[in-house]
């Protein structure tokens, strides 16, 4: 078995409140480096009092796993010869937060529209999203369930 170490760093510092602000608030915002990469700045979602204009963890959840999903479906594709021209995702992550303030994402719907040549398979290219879930390294770390909602277009 082979392991990869990925490495993040985060920094938030104290900022003083407007005397608008409840006693107990802390800026949700905050910044995330990553070796060799521009700096990400992030917030809470604007729903949990955090800054709209900045990423936040759901966000950056959903973009990684909607990635992650395309990559593993081009790899699969490569391998079984389907021409791909274009591919796009409108995806969408469902939050349930519970009274007592705890929550979890409890499902991931993937929106693909591909676009693959005319002398490509189509029914093979729709099965190959399974295949592309099985091997998607951030689906398979997720324990909600992810769908999807395949759109194949010939060229």
Partial sequence: MMQHIFKAVLNWTFKEKSKDSPKRFYSKSHSIVIEGKELLEVSAAKNFKGDPSLYNPEDLLLS???????????????????????????SE?????????????????????????????????????NKANELCFIANSCKFPVEHHVTIILE
């Fill in 64 to 90: 990684s796993l909607t990635s992650c999903h395309m990559m593993s479906y081009m790899y699969c594709c490569s391998i079984n010869k389907i021409d791909v021209i274009s591919y796009t995702d409108q």
């Fill in 93 to 129: 992550a469902c939050l349930e937060v519970n009274s007592d303030g705890s929550g979890q994402i409890i499902k991931v719907i993937l929106n693909p529209t591909v676009i693959i040549s005319s002398k490509s398979d189509p029914n093979l290219a729709k099965e190959l999203h």
